[in-house]
């Protein structure tokens, strides 16, 4: 083999590994770093199954390669095989490997059941309930205003009380989807027609990333939200500021920007809360400045992204239903100076 060949090898193989171990290193996306009570749960199962396979895993190897080690002493100096159908010693050690396992498969199902039940039991009082609707590719989200019993919707960013249960109650409006924040709880199907609700209980403070966890067409991949959990007092201001209409706009741009969102194509399908715009099938934009992306975690929230999201969003999400919006530049810049003003 060339060098600069072998070297590519390395080099690509050293890549590999990296990437494998620091794949593991972002808790922001984790079933292994728990911040809830339900992955707290879920995590220690895990941690004992490993344990469990791990060592019976380590012990077959043992005896596999002590048992190859044998018959390959035995080969070379010419002795007889070593299984002998009329051997007690195989009988038993067969009988003592059936114990190992079926001891450790009870173990295993009998863990996994209590898990089950305890998750089911975990204390709910004083639930706040949220409602979660999943749509190619995207996740509405509706609060209960406590000041007027009233809905608030938003999207793609879901906020959770630190040391409360939030009961999610899930509801898809097209295909099969999977709600997970595996920092905070385990998943669970979002199917048409079923009402499935999920409850979660976070305790560390903090930005999480929740994910679609079923393949739901071309864009399964882009459909995320953010997550994040904050003292009761700061949800309830963060909630408190999501009740409220948007803001009427105060720079000419941001208010040509206004005119465009709000009498245009994209009231139609968008709502901004205390405006014309009540559109119902996309996601509702009352409060979409004050959120961390846009288009369901694919961007990161600006100024440019919204731009760019709103002259070609097929470009950017091949599949999604938005369509382009023909707009001049200093039409598209007022939008989006509008848009990322709507805090
Ligand atoms: Cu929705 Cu995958």
Same mark, same amino acid.
């Given at each position: 083999?060339? %060098?600069?060949?072998?070297?590519?090898?390395? %080099?690509?193989?050293?890549?590999?590994?990296?990437?494998?171990?620091?794949?593991?290193?972002?808790?922001?996306?984790?079933?292994?770093?728990?911040?809830?009570?339900?992955?707290?749960? @879920?995590?220690?199962? @895990?941690?004992?199954?490993?344990? =469990?396979?791990?060592?019976?895993?380590?012990?077959?190897?043992?005896? @596999?390669?002590?048992?190859?080690?044998?018959?390959?002493? &035995?080969?070379?100096?010419?002795?007889?095989?070593?299984?002998?159908?009329?051997?007690?010693?195989?009988?038993?050690?067969?009988?003592?490997?059936?114990?190992?396992?079926?001891?450790?498969?009870?173990?295993?199902?009998?863990?996994?059941?209590?898990?089950?039940?305890?998750?089911?039991?975990?204390?709910? *009082?004083?639930?706040?309930?949220? %409602?979660?609707?999943?749509?190619? !590719?995207?996740?509405?989200?509706?609060?209960?205003?406590?000041?007027?019993?009233?809905? +608030?919707?938003?999207?793609?960013?879901?906020?959770?009380?630190?040391? %409360?249960?939030?009961?999610?109650?899930?509801?898809?409006?097209?295909? +099969?989807?999977?709600? !997970?924040? /595996?920092?905070?709880?385990? *998943?669970?199907?979002? +199917?048409?027609?079923?009402?499935?609700?999920?409850?979660?209980?976070?305790?560390?403070?903090?930005?999480?990333?929740?994910?679609?966890?079923?393949? $739901?067409?071309?864009?399964?991949?882009?459909?995320?939200?953010?997550?994040?959990?904050?003292? #009761?007092?700061?949800?309830?201001? !963060?909630?408190?500021?999501?009740?409220?209409?948007?803001? /009427?706009?105060?720079?000419? =741009?941001?208010? &040509?920007?206004?005119?465009?969102?709000?009498?245009?194509? $994209?009231?139609?399908?968008?709502? =901004?809360?205390?405006?014309?715009?009540?559109?119902? #099938?996309? #996601?509702? @934009?009352?409060?979409?400045?004050?959120?961390?992306? +846009?288009?369901?975690?694919?961007?990161?929230?600006?100024?440019?992204?919204?731009?760019?999201?709103?002259?070609?969003?097929?470009?950017?999400?091949?599949?999604?239903?938005? #369509?382009?919006?023909?707009?001049?530049?200093?039409?598209?810049?007022?939008?989006?100076?509008?848009?990322?003003?709507?805090?």
């Amino acid at each position: 083999m060339d %060098r600069p060949a072998a070297m590519t090898r390395t %080099r690509l193989a050293a890549s590999i590994l990296l990437t494998w171990l620091l794949g593991g290193c972002t808790d922001l996306q984790s079933a292994i770093s728990p911040a809830g009570e339900q992955a707290g749960q @879920l995590f220690s199962l @895990l941690q004992l199954m490993t344990w =469990v396979c791990g060592i019976i895993y380590a012990l077959v190897l043992v005896f @596999l390669g002590w048992t190859i080690v044998r018959v390959w002493k &035995r080969a070379s100096a010419d002795e007889a095989p070593l299984v002998d159908p009329a051997d007690r010693g195989l009988s038993r050690s067969m009988l003592v490997w059936g114990a190992l396992i079926v001891g450790g498969l009870t173990l295993l199902i009998t863990a996994s059941f209590l898990t089950d039940r305890h998750l089911a039991s975990l204390p709910s *009082k004083e639930v706040l309930r949220v %409602r979660v609707t999943g749509h190619q !590719w995207w996740w509405r989200i509706a609060y209960r205003d406590p000041a007027t019993g009233r809905w +608030i919707e938003t999207a793609n960013e879901l906020h959770l009380p630190s040391g %409360r249960t939030t009961r999610v109650e899930l509801g898809s409006s097209d295909v +099969i989807h999977s709600f !997970w924040v /595996p920092n905070v709880a385990g *998943k669970l199907d979002v +199917i048409p027609g079923r009402a499935n609700s999920l409850d979660l209980t976070p305790h560390r403070i903090g930005w999480f990333r929740g994910q679609c966890a079923e393949f $739901c067409g071309a864009q399964h991949a882009h459909m995320a939200f953010d997550v994040k959990v904050e003292s #009761p007092a700061d949800f309830t201001r !963060w909630l408190a500021a999501q009740a409220r209409a948007a803001a /009427p706009s105060t720079d000419p =741009v941001s208010a &040509r920007g206004a005119a465009i969102v709000t009498k245009g194509a $994209c009231a139609m399908c968008h709502a =901004v809360r205390g405006t014309p715009a009540a559109g119902r #099938p996309g #996601p509702d @934009l009352t409060h979409v400045g004050s959120r961390r992306s +846009i288009a369901a975690g694919t961007l990161t929230m600006s100024r440019g992204a919204l731009q760019g999201w709103i002259a070609n969003p097929k470009a950017l999400k091949p599949g999604t239903t938005m #369509p382009a919006v023909p707009l001049d530049g200093a039409d598209a810049n007022a939008v989006a100076a509008y848009l990322e003003s709507l805090k």
